[in-house]
């Protein structure tokens, strides 16, 4: 209602929006990326689209004139609104050339005009003009909008700024706390060892297990304990990135994780091996994790494990899958949350913390970790890491898109 345009369109935060007569999404498209690469400023107006952007005549009888607000160059952020094609008549006081007549005597004599006598000409491509009122409200909307984004945009930063504090200091504490559980715990395990060297044959079958399982427990929680300091040690740590030795690190890896499993029938095969470019603690640590769950969960027999590595445009691209009891995928999100185990591994050792571990140290990385499986009949883990690191926030995002 601001302005006497017969449509509007609204390109905001990727989503477009439209109200009243506009041109097909695609033809917007289009001029969108017309008005990228123009170099018109901020603000736009014309009532003959078609004389600048010669595509505009698809849907001149729609917007033959626009009238734009850019929001964002960079985000393709803006508000465009239109006018129809409107044939336009050029009524004249009478013709625009005066008629001449030549008399017999040489002299020569001017037609007056004929007031009556109107002629019209038609105007192709053209809307009726845009106001001063309507160009100066355009102009106030967009910095109105401006200044709220901007508003916006500073509460987001407050808000990831404190994020941040709440996030380091969770980790100060998680680190703090598990680093000294493991002194008393190791007492406590220690001591009763201790008093079943020397007392075993003094007591019952039922306390003998009864030490049994205190001695088992305090194994679980120092394990725990383990995962929640690599966690936090995960997050607290600087990135030192080098090229690695993918072939060589997962030869290692395998006879790491093979060990405890000898008796068993497990087929592991490494295929490609590209390098990738990355921290090669947490690199070992991250592969270990899903290597060493590939064969924890895999029960077949034989358990086929295959590692495999891909470049994919600008990342280098690994999965590692099995022909285990596989996840349910209602639940594939929730394997790589901190502590959460799902049903059909409840038997099986673990802490619910190793995908955890290695999610944050894909995204240490600034790439990302997903899942494909079938229950009961094995998982694929998709690791993809950018094949050069990028050297901040910016460019990471600009890359990824």
Do not use: C
């Not at 989503?15 to 097909?24: A, D, I, R, S, V």
């Amino acid at each position: 209602d601001m302005n006497s345009a017969t449509g509007m369109a609204f390109f905001f935060e990727n989503n477009l929006y439209t109200l009243g007569k506009t041109p097909e999404e695609k033809d917007l498209n289009k001029f969108i990326n017309w008005l990228r690469e123009s170099e018109e400023g901020n603000f736009f107006q014309t009532s003959s689209l078609p004389r600048e952007y010669a595509e505009g005549e698809k849907f001149a009888d729609i917007g033959s004139g626009v009238m734009i607000s850019e929001i964002s160059h960079n985000f393709s952020e803006y508000i465009i609104w239109f006018k129809p094609e409107m044939v336009k008549t050029v009524d004249w006081a009478g013709e625009q050339e005066k008629s001449i007549t030549n008399l017999e005597d040489g002299s020569i004599r001017i037609s007056p005009r004929k007031s009556f006598a109107k002629w019209t000409q038609e105007v192709k491509f053209t809307s009726e003009e845009w106001t001063n009122n309507e160009i100066a409200a355009a102009i106030k909307l967009r910095e109105d909008l401006i200044q709220v984004i901007n508003k916006k945009a500073n509460e987001i930063r407050k808000l990831n700024d404190l994020l941040k504090t709440a996030y380091e200091e969770l980790d100060t504490f998680s680190f703090t706390i598990s680093h000294d559980l493991r002194t008393p715990l190791s007492s406590v395990k220690n001591y009763t060892e201790i008093i079943l060297e020397d007392h075993e044959k003094e007591f019952s079958p039922e306390a003998l297990d009864l030490f049994k399982r205190v001695i088992r427990g305090t194994d679980k929680m120092a394990s725990l304990i383990k995962d929640v300091l690599q966690y936090s040690r995960v997050g607290r740590a600087g990135l030192v990135s080098n090229p690695i030795d993918m072939k060589k690190m997962l030869e290692d890896i395998r006879e790491e994780v093979m060990a405890p499993h000898k008796a068993r029938n497990i087929q592991f095969i490494i295929k490609n091996t590209p390098t990738i470019n990355g921290d090669k603690t947490m690199l070992m640590q991250l592969f270990t994790n899903l290597a060493g769950n590939a064969v924890k969960y895999s029960t077949s027999d034989p358990a086929i494990i295959e590692i495999n590595g891909e470049i994919n445009g600008e990342f280098v691209e690994y999965t590692i899958s099995d022909n285990g009891i596989g996840i349910d995928m209602k639940y594939a999100t929730r394997v790589f949350e901190l502590f959460k185990r799902l049903d059909n591994v409840k038997n099986i050792d673990g802490t619910g913390v190793g995908l955890a571990i290695a999610k944050r140290i894909v995204e240490k990385h600034q790439g990302k970790i997903w899942l494909e499986s079938i229950l009961n009949h094995g998982t694929k883990f998709y690791v993809s890491i950018p094949a050069k690191q990028a050297e901040n926030a910016e460019e990471y995002t600009l890359r990824r898109g």
